[in-house]
C-alpha cells in the first residue's frame, strides 16, 4: 500500500445473488482527502464500502485499510462506519444514543458533547429521534460515528433525501472534518457533490470506470457538466469495450 495510502484494494470480487456485484476492482483511497465514490444506484457502491469495512464476505481479492487487512479488530477505534439507513434508536433521544455508544467504547460524557456540537445537534439532543427531521438523524449517527476521533469515515449515502441547505452543511462538516485530518469516503449517486470531493472513484456495474478529480473528469470529457461528463465516460467505455 503506497504510504500516502489509507485505503488499497487489489482484484477484489465480491459475489452476490449468482451475479459479480464487485469485478477486480483496483483502487486507492488517498489519507487526509475527502474521497466521493461516485454511481447510480446498484453500481456496488455499498457494497465497496461493506467490503472496506470488514462486513462483506469476498470471492477474491485484498482490502488494506490504515495498512491493516479489512475487518482486522485493531481498526475498530481508528474506522467509523454510517450505513444509509443510519443505525440510531427512535425512542432514545440524541444525547442517549451517542452516550450508549460512548460508554460501549469506553468514552465519558465529554465526548458526547464534543460529537453532538460538531455536528450541529446543540439545542435538540434531548428530543427523542423519532421526533427529529431526517436530517437531524443523519446527524445523531453521524456524531456516533465521530466518537474517539476516527482516522477513516466511511459514509454511505449521508446526504441522500435531505434538502439542499442540509447538503451544504453536511460537507461543510465533512471538509472540516478533513482539514482536522481525518480520511473520508462518501458514496453518493449526485454527481454535482463528486464536485465538493478532494478526489473521484466512479463506479458502474461493479466496475472501476476512473479514479480522478472533478476537474480532472470535466476535463478528460469536455463538459463542465458532472452529469453529462459521467454519461460521456460511460458511452466511452461501452464503445471501448465493443
Not at 484494494?9 to 483511497?29: M, S
Given at each position: 500500500m503506497p504510504a500516502s495510502s489509507a485505503i488499497a484494494v487489489r482484484g477484489l470480487q465480491v459475489e452476490?445473488?449468482?451475479?459479480?456485484?464487485?469485478?477486480?476492482?483496483?483502487?486507492?483511497?488517498?489519507?487526509g482527502r475527502v474521497t466521493g465514490l461516485i454511481g447510480p444506484?446498484?453500481?456496488?457502491?455499498?457494497?465497496?464500502?461493506?467490503?472496506?469495512?470488514?462486513?462483506?464476505?469476498?470471492?477474491?481479492?485484498?482490502?488494506?485499510?490504515?495498512?491493516?487487512?479489512?475487518?482486522?479488530?485493531?481498526?475498530?477505534?481508528?474506522v467509523a462506519y454510517v450505513t444509509q439507513s443510519g443505525s440510531v434508536y427512535p425512542d432514545l433521544t440524541a444525547w442517549e444514543n451517542v452516550?450508549?455508544?460512548?460508554?460501549?467504547?469506553?468514552?465519558?460524557?465529554?465526548?458526547?458533547?464534543?460529537?453532538?456540537?460538531?455536528?450541529?445537534?446543540?439545542?435538540?439532543?434531548h428530543r427523542a429521534v423519532a421526533r427529529l427531521s431526517g436530517g437531524q438523524r443523519h446527524r445523531v449517527a453521524l456524531a456516533g460515528a465521530l466518537l474517539g476521533r476516527p482516522e477513516l469515515l466511511v459514509l454511505d449515502e449521508p446526504t441522500v433525501g435531505l434538502d439542499p441547505l442540509l447538503r451544504r452543511d453536511l460537507w461543510a462538516l465533512f471538509?472540516?472534518?478533513?482539514?482536522?485530518?481525518?480520511?473520508?469516503?462518501?458514496?453518493?449517486?449526485?454527481?454535482?457533490?463528486?464536485?465538493?470531493?478532494?478526489?473521484?472513484?466512479?463506479?458502474?456495474?461493479?466496475?472501476?470506470?476512473?479514479?480522478?478529480?472533478?476537474?480532472?473528469?470535466?476535463?478528460?470529457t469536455g463538459t463542465d457538466d458532472l452529469d453529462e461528463a459521467f454519461v460521456r465516460l460511460i458511452e466511452r467505455t461501452d464503445g471501448d469495450a465493443a
Amino acid at each position: 500500500m503506497p504510504a500516502s495510502s489509507a485505503i488499497a484494494v487489489r482484484g477484489l470480487q465480491v459475489e452476490r445473488g449468482g451475479r459479480d456485484a464487485l469485478k477486480a476492482i483496483d483502487l486507492d483511497v488517498m489519507a487526509g482527502r475527502v474521497t466521493g465514490l461516485i454511481g447510480p444506484s446498484g453500481s456496488g457502491k455499498s457494497t465497496l464500502m461493506r467490503a472496506i469495512v470488514g462486513v462483506q464476505v469476498v470471492a477474491g481479492g485484498s482490502v488494506t485499510v490504515l495498512g491493516e487487512p479489512a475487518g482486522t479488530p485493531a481498526l475498530r477505534e481508528r474506522v467509523a462506519y454510517v450505513t444509509q439507513s443510519g443505525s440510531v434508536y427512535p425512542d432514545l433521544t440524541a444525547w442517549e444514543n451517542v452516550r450508549y455508544l460512548a460508554r460501549i467504547m469506553g468514552l465519558g460524557d465529554d465526548d458526547v458533547q464534543r460529537v453532538i456540537e460538531v455536528v450541529g445537534l446543540r439545542g435538540t439532543e434531548h428530543r427523542a429521534v423519532a421526533r427529529l427531521s431526517g436530517g437531524q438523524r443523519h446527524r445523531v449517527a453521524l456524531a456516533g460515528a465521530l466518537l474517539g476521533r476516527p482516522e477513516l469515515l466511511v459514509l454511505d449515502e449521508p446526504t441522500v433525501g435531505l434538502d439542499p441547505l442540509l447538503r451544504r452543511d453536511l460537507w461543510a462538516l465533512f471538509e472540516r472534518l478533513r482539514d482536522e485530518g481525518a480520511t473520508l469516503l462518501v458514496s453518493t449517486h449526485v454527481l454535482d457533490e463528486a464536485g465538493r470531493c478532494d478526489d473521484v472513484l466512479l463506479l458502474r456495474d461493479g466496475r472501476l470506470l476512473a479514479a480522478t478529480t472533478a476537474a480532472g473528469l470535466r476535463a478528460d470529457t469536455g463538459t463542465d457538466d458532472l452529469d453529462e461528463a459521467f454519461v460521456r465516460l460511460i458511452e466511452r467505455t461501452d464503445g471501448d469495450a465493443a
